[in-house]
């Protein structure tokens, strides 16, 4: 695989660098699809069986910052990831920023399946329904413009 762009000293970076060498080290994961711009592996704490991140080659945090290629290589993996998995019912889940849960300061999209209904496994929002907000058209308006 080519180098990454830039990695850093975070655990996603740490993860790659140990891919990278072939050689055991101090954060083994488990490898399910890599490109020259990226990785995936099971997540450690899924919220379901087959929880996987995929993380680009580029320690980045936010991804607005991410170059676009790197983005443009993250989506096909996640769909192979769910093609594989055969889930029917799944969630691409990514966040930017602490007050939005990103608790790794590297871009990271999870793929979480979601084989039940209710909240006990895969992604829940606490049992409610989604807190959609109801603005005016004249409220949208403003804002897009």
Not at 86 to 113: C, K, M, S, T, W
Request: glycine share 6%; charged share 20%; proline share 7%.
């Amino acid at each position: 695989m080519a180098a990454a762009r830039s990695l850093g000293t975070c655990i996603f970076c740490k993860i790659i660098k140990v891919q990278a060498t072939s050689l055991p080290g101090e954060i083994p994961s488990f490898k399910l699809v890599e490109t020259e711009l990226s990785y995936s592996f099971l997540d450690i704490h899924p919220l379901a069986k087959g929880h996987a991140l995929v993380i680009p080659k580029d320690h980045t945090a936010k991804m607005h910052e991410l170059p676009d290629e790197y983005l443009a290589d993250v989506m096909p993996i996640a769909k192979k990831i769910a093609l594989a998995q055969g889930l029917d019912n799944y969630n691409i889940l990514q966040n930017n920023g602490r007050i939005a849960h990103q608790e790794v300061d590297h871009v990271h999209f999870h793929v979480i399946p979601k084989p039940v209904a209710d909240d006990s496994e895969g992604l829940g929002i606490g049992g409610v329904s989604w807190p959609a907000k109801s603005p005016t058209m004249d409220e949208l308006r403003e804002y897009h413009a």
